[in-house]
C-alpha cells in the first residue's frame, strides 16, 4: 500500500480542492467518496449535448478575486447571470424583487411610485400588528414588504420549502427582504458570476490529472464501512461529511431539509424560455423547473433536458441538502464541534456537512484553501499567472 499523508473524506470542492492543494505540496492523499462520482453536489453530467447539474442549479457567484481566478484554473467560465421568473398561477414575474416585479404587480413605472405602493402596503401591516413584534414568519415577511409581494411570491414557495405553513414557521428565517429600486433581474448581487462551459464536474478531474499521481479517488466507498481501519492507517483525515454521523449521533441527528430531483427529456428547443422558474403557489408541488441548455446555450438540436425541484422532510435515508440552523441544533452542533476537539483532534472538519452550514460554492473554496494555510503554516494568497 501506498504511504498516504492524508485520507480525506468525500470528493465535493472542500476535500478535492484540499487534495490538490496538498499535491502541489509533495503530499499524497486518498479520497474516499460514497457516491459513484466525484464534485460532490456541484456534480454535472452532459446528455444530449447538454450539461445538467445534478443536485440542483449551480450558478457560481463570489466578490472574491482571489477564488474568482482560483476556479477559473480548472476550467473556462461563461457569464451566466441567473435571471429568475416566477410562475404564480400562471402570471408572471420577475425576480429578485425589482422594478419589474413592481411594475407587473401594481404597474407603477417610477422609483417613487413603488416606493410609495410598497410603504403603503407596509403600513397596513404595521397597523395589523399593533405594538407586538411579528410571531411568524407571515407576520414578520407582511411587516418587511406587505401582503401582495408576500402572498404572490413568498408564501406558497416558502411553505413548501419548509412542509409548514408559514403562521407555523419562526419568524427569524427571514431577516431582510432585499427590494431594488432599478429594473435589474440579475438574482445575486456579485461582481464575478458564471457556469464553468461543460460543467463543474471538468474543475475536480483537473485537479486530480494535475496532481500527478498524488491523488488517489475511490468512489463507492463509504467511509464508514472502515471507519476503525481507517483511523487506524491514516494519521491525518479530512473529513467533509455529516458531523454528528462520525459520532454515531451520540448527542442526537442534526436536522436537515432535503429534495427531490425529477428529470425529463423533451423534443424542444425550447420548452420554457428560461433557466429557472420558480412556482410560487402553494399547490404546484415542485418548487423551480430549471432548463438546462439556457445555463450556456449548448444542446444538440431538438432535445432539452429539464429538472423539477420538490422539497421534502429528510431522514437518514435521504440526501441532506440544507441545515436547518436553529437554536436547537446550534446548541447540538457545538456539542459535536466540542466532541471534535476532545475525542478526535487527527481529524479536520470541513465543507457544508462538516461545519453545519448552507456554504455557497465560493465559501467552500475559500475555506479550503484558508484550511490549507492553516496546515501547511503557509500565507499564500493561491495567485498564479494564468496560461
Ligand atoms: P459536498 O456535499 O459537495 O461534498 C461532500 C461529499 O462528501 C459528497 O460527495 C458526499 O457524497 C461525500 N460524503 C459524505 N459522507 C461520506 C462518507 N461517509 N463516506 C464517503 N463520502 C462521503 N452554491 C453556489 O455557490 N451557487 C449555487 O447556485 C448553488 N446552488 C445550490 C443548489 C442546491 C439545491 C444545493 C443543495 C446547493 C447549492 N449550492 C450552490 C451549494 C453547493 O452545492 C455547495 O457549496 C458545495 O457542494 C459544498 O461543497 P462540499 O465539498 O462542502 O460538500
Excluded: C
Excluded at 2 to 24: H, R, S
Excluded at 75 to 99: C, D, H, R, S, T
Amino acid at each position: 500500500t501506498k504511504n498516504y499523508d492524508y485520507l480525506i473524506v468525500g470528493a465535493g470542492p472542500f476535500g478535492m480542492t484540499f487534495a490538490y492543494e496538498a499535491a502541489k505540496r509533495g503530499k499524497r492523499s486518498l479520497v474516499v467518496e460514497k457516491r459513484a462520482f466525484i464534485g460532490g453536489n456541484t456534480h454535472t453530467h452532459v446528455e444530449n449535448g447538454i450539461t445538467v447539474h445534478d443536485f440542483g442549479a449551480h450558478i457560481f457567484h463570489t466578490d472574491n478575486k482571489m477564488v474568482w481566478d482560483y476556479v477559473r484554473q480548472f476550467a473556462e467560465f461563461n457569464g451566466f447571470q441567473n435571471q429568475v421568473i416566477a410562475n404564480y398561477n400562471g402570471k408572471l414575474f420577475n425576480l429578485p424583487f425589482n422594478m419589474n416585479t413592481f411594475y407587473q404587480m401594481w404597474g407603477t413605472k417610477t422609483p417613487d411610485e413603488a416606493k410609495a405602493k410598497i410603504e403603503e402596503q407596509k403600513a397596513a401591516a404595521l397597523k395589523e400588528l399593533g405594538d407586538r413584534q411579528p410571531r411568524n414568519l407571515e407576520e414578520q415577511a407582511i411587516s418587511l414588504i406587505g401582503t401582495d409581494i408576500y402572498k404572490a411570491l413568498i408564501k406558497g414557495y416558502t411553505e413548501k420549502q419548509w412542509g409548514r405553513k408559514a403562521t407555523e414557521l419562526p419568524a427569524f428565517i427571514i431577516k431582510r427582504l432585499p427590494v431594488r429600486f432599478i429594473y435589474d433581474n440579475n438574482y445575486f448581487n456579485h461582481r464575478y458570476q458564471g457556469i464553468p462551459v461543460g460543467g463543474y464536474t471538468q474543475i475536480f478531474e483537473h485537479m486530480v490529472e494535475r496532481a500527478d499521481g498524488l491523488i488517489d479517488v475511490m468512489t463507492n466507498t463509504d467511509f464508514f464501512e472502515h471507519k476503525d481501519d481507517f483511523l487506524a492507517e491514516f494519521p491525518k483525515v479530512l473529513y467533509t461529511g455529516m458531523i454528528d454521523q462520525f459520532f454515531d449521533y451520540k448527542h442526537g441527528e442534526l436536522e436537515y431539509r432535503s429534495l427531490r430531483f425529477e428529470s425529463e427529456t423533451i423534443d424542444s428547443d425550447n420548452y420554457q424560455g428560461n433557466a429557472v422558474v420558480n412556482y410560487t403557489d402553494a399547490e404546484t408541488p415542485f418548487t423551480r423547473q430549471m432548463e438546462w441548455r439556457h445555463f450556456d446555450g449548448l444542446a444538440d438540436e431538438g432535445k432539452t433536458i429539464i429538472t423539477r425541484e420538490y422539497p421534502q422532510d429528510w431522514d437518514r435515508t435521504k440526501e441532506a441538502y440544507y441545515p436547518v440552523n436553529n437554536e436547537k441544533n446550534t446548541e447540538l452542533y457545538k456539542k459535536y464541534v466540542q466532541e471534535a476537539r476532545e475525542n478526535a483532534p487527527e481529524v479536520m472538519f470541513g465543507g457544508r456537512l462538516g461545519k453545519y452550514r448552507y456554504f455557497d460554492m465560493d465559501q467552500v473554496f475559500n475555506d479550503a484553501l484558508n484550511t490549507v494555510r492553516q496546515e501547511f503554516g503557509i500565507d499564500d494568497d493561491f495567485n498564479f499567472a494564468h496560461d
